[in-house]
Nanobody, 122 residues
């Protein structure tokens, strides 16, 4: 069994910062890419940023220069530092990871966190 636990969401004023964390736990053999997605009310879920096991990153155009994704492979944790937040960043943020488990080492499975609310408002 694998779980992703997110933390760090909340209410912040425009121009403020938040740091989200997502830790993977359970019977993990290896973790490939990890990433953050978000879903605003009435909109589809969209990629925010992702990072490979080697540290290569990819960002949505809307967050480039403001958000930074990073990971700690020893802790099976991915972070996103969000600066200069805007009201349009308001959404539920989800963590995703591509994981190989100890029970099925020949396969990669996709896991999602439960989501954490980020609200940017004055």
């Amino acid at each position: 069994q694998v779980q992703l636990g997110e933390s760090g969401g909340g209410l912040v004023q425009p121009g403020g910062s938040l740091r989200l964390s997502c830790a993977a736990s359970g019977s993990i053999f290896s973790i490939n890419a990890m990433g953050w997605y978000r879903q605003a009310p009435g909109k589809e879920r969209e990629l925010v940023a992702d990072i490979t096991s080697g540290g290569s990153t990819n960002y949505a155009d809307s967050v480039k220069g403001r958000f930074t994704i990073s990971r700690d492979n020893a802790k099976n944790t991915v972070y996103v530092q969000m600066n200069s937040l805007k009201p349009e960043d308001t959404a539920v943020y989800y963590c995703k990871a591509l994981i190989t488990t100890n029970q099925r080492m020949g396969a990669i499975f996709q896991y999602w966190g439960q989501g954490t609310q980020v609200t940017v408002s004055s």
